[in-house]
T-cell receptor, first 119, second 115 residues
Framework: GAVVSQHPSRVICKSGTSVKIECRSL??????MFWYRQFPKQSLMLMAT?????????EQGVEKDKFLINHASLTLSTLTVTSAHPEDSSFYIC???????????????FGPGTRLTVL | AQSVAQPEDQVNVAEGNPLTVKCTYS??????LFWYVQYPNRGLQFLLK??????LVKGSYGFEAEFNKSQTSFHLKKPSALVSDSALYFC?????????????FGKGTMLLVSP
């Protein structure tokens, strides 16, 4: 099956620094990638939809200037948490889509997640 | 709008016993339904999905789920639980008639299988 990787798997940073998380589709091309945030023992909350070659679409309440998303190629999307603060500590998960988004064969494959801890 | 409800925060079952994790959904059109499992500090792993066809869907690791349109439910089941099944389970829905739409997840149900 399709594989999605994330790097790094775990990162600890100081408050005020920026952190970049990479999401790659390893064996398929993904025109759309999604970024989720998950708090302990809670569900995944969609942060933004990342389309290759265009600006990301952010969900309501997500600061686009704080969570910068770049989708420069069909296999790579990055999420940069700028000026991170302790409240940004969370588990960030990306997913990549195969097939037509509205099609029956639409599949969404998830990365293993990145644990961000801001001190 | 689409939504998913997982009414149980936690399900406890003894190894060897059957298990059920409940899920109900709400969509305006016809649903795509999914179950995912998450182990600690890991991403989501796909278990099974319902698109169309048979109401009973078989998936990975011996899990199955039954689509019930009248009850708008998609409960996850397994005839005989294993300790290694202990994990967090998410139900998700997507409205197939709305063109492009994202997955909406339930809040998750922690399954604990005791030896």
């Amino acid at each position: 099956g399709a594989v999605v990787s994330q790097h790094p798997s775990r990162v600890i940073c100081k408050s005020g620094t920026s952190v970049k998380i990479e999401c790659r589709s390893l064996d398929f091309q993904a025109t759309t990638m999604f970024w989720y945030r998950q708090f302990p023992k809670q569900s995944l909350m969609l942060m933004a939809t990342s389309n290759e070659g265009s600006k990301a679409t952010y969900e309501q309440g997500v600061e686009k200037d704080k969570f910068l998303i770049n989708h420069a190629s069909l296999t790579l999307s990055t999420l940069t948490v700028t000026s991170a603060h302790p409240e940004d500590s969370s588990f960030y998960i990306c997913s990549a889509h195969t097939g037509e988004l509205a099609g029956e064969n639409n599949e969404q494959f998830f990365g293993p997640g990145t644990r961000l801890t801001v001190l | 709008a689409q939504s998913v409800a997982q009414p149980e925060d936690q399900v406890n079952v003894a190894e060897g016993n059957p298990l059920t994790v409940k899920c109900t959904y709400s969509v305006s059109g016809n649903p795509y339904l999914f179950w995912y499992v998450q182990y600690p500090n890991r991403g989501l792993q796909f278990l099974l999905k319902y698109i169309t066809g048979d109401n009973l869907v078989k998936g990975s690791y011996g899990f199955e789920a039954e689509f019930n349109k009248s009850q708008t439910s998609f409960h996850l089941k397994k005839p005989s639980a294993l300790v290694s099944d202990s994990a967090l389970y998410f139900c998700a829905v997507r409205d197939m008639n709305s063109g492009y739409s994202t997955l909406t997840f339930g809040k998750g149900t922690m399954l604990l299988v005791s030896p």
